[in-house]
């Protein structure tokens, strides 16, 4: 005589035990993540050393600074004092900023412009308008010197703010990069708010920069940074020390016999805390929108 058991289902407390026990990683999950950590540890470190040295030889005293000591006992800003007194970076600072806001901007408002133009309204030649922006990426910045030079000069604007920036207020970078952002937008809202009567103008700036603005973003920081770590042109257009821009300032430390090597750090990090800050702040929106510039 046979037996037959019929199976008992779990209850309900044990089904849902099992579901919400969580499953242990086994050993080759861990050592996965122990070498992932162990190499995002050695990446950072080697970023940020030149940053830390910076940093602490721009605090170390002058007699200090020599050892090259990388745990210090005594912090000063004596550096600091001095390389502010040797380079008017305080007017300089004024400067950078207001190079930076102009030139951003300047960017901004006319990479916006030429990629709605490139993407929303029909229009013959649109394909070839781009592939000329895009074929200006290709070329080298020191063959534009001597023309935009010429172009200042021949204007009055040498030595003047509006001189530093003219030439910057365009660039292929952040058109390319919008007009990539604008083709992953979906077209019908714009069609929509072109039968409700709004404009291009309007479309623009209340509906299609809204709908980018990680991408927006992205490119705001781009030309920030750009603008803000531009050397040669505001040395070559501009003659003043206090109308020169502080990456200007740096090199004024540098050329100068008797200036410490602590002064010229404190000097790199008053020019480099401000990128160091928007870099940190911003890096979120930068990779999330340089992420999501794909076309469809």
């Given amino acids: 005589m046979t037996v037959t058991t019929t199976p008992t289902r779990p209850t309900v407390t044990e089904?849902?035990?099992?579901?919400?026990?969580?499953?242990?990683?086994?050993?080759?999950?861990?050592a996965r993540g122990m070498v992932r950590w162990l190499w995002l540890v050695v990446l950072t470190v080697v970023v940020g050393f030149p940053v830390y040295v910076t940093l602490l030889t721009g605090l170390l005293p002058?007699?200090?600074v020599a050892h090259g000591t990388l745990l210090p006992t005594r912090l000063t800003l004596d550096n600091f004092r001095e390389a502010l007194?040797?380079?008017p970076f305080g007017q300089q600072?004024?400067?950078?900023?207001?190079?930076?806001?102009?030139?951003?901007?300047?960017?901004?408002?006319t990479s916006s412009?030429?990629?709605y133009a490139l993407v929303f309204p029909r229009w013959r030649g649109r394909a070839v308008a781009f592939a000329v922006i895009v074929a200006t990426l290709a070329i080298p910045g020191e063959s534009l010197v001597i023309p935009n030079?010429?172009?200042v000069t021949g204007l009055g604007l040498r030595d003047s703010l509006l001189?530093?920036?003219l030439p910057f207020l365009a660039a292929g970078y952040p058109v390319f990069l919008l007009r990539q952002a604008f083709l992953t937008l979906p077209r019908e809202v714009w069609e929509a708010a072109r039968l409700?009567?709004?404009?291009?103008?309007?479309?623009l700036f209340l509906v299609v920069l809204p709908m980018a603005r990680p991408q927006v973003t992205a490119a705001t920081l781009w030309s920030a940074l750009a603008a803000w770590n531009g050397y040669f042109w505001p040395l070559l257009i501009t003659d003043s020390p206090d109308r020169r821009t502080v990456q200007v300032g740096i090199s004024q430390l540098v050329n100068a016999e008797s200036t410490s090597p602590g002064v010229i750090y404190a000097g790199t990090t008053l020019v480099l805390l401000p990128t160091l800050l928007l870099v940190i702040v911003g890096q979120r929106f930068l990779l999330h929108g340089l992420a999501r510039t794909s076309p469809r």
């Fill in 15 to 30: 089904a849902t035990a099992a579901v919400r026990r969580p499953r242990r990683p086994g050993p080759a999950l861990r």
């Fill in 62 to 64: 002058p007699q200090e």
């Fill in 85 to 87: 007194r040797n380079v």
């Fill in 93 to 109: 600072y004024v400067v950078s900023v207001l190079v930076t806001a102009l030139q951003t901007g300047g960017q901004l408002l």
């Fill in 113 to 115: 412009l030429a990629a």
């Fill in 149 to 151: 030079y010429e172009l």
């Fill in 163 to 165: 001189g530093i920036t």
């Fill in 196 to 203: 409700d009567g709004c404009g291009d103008l309007r479309c």
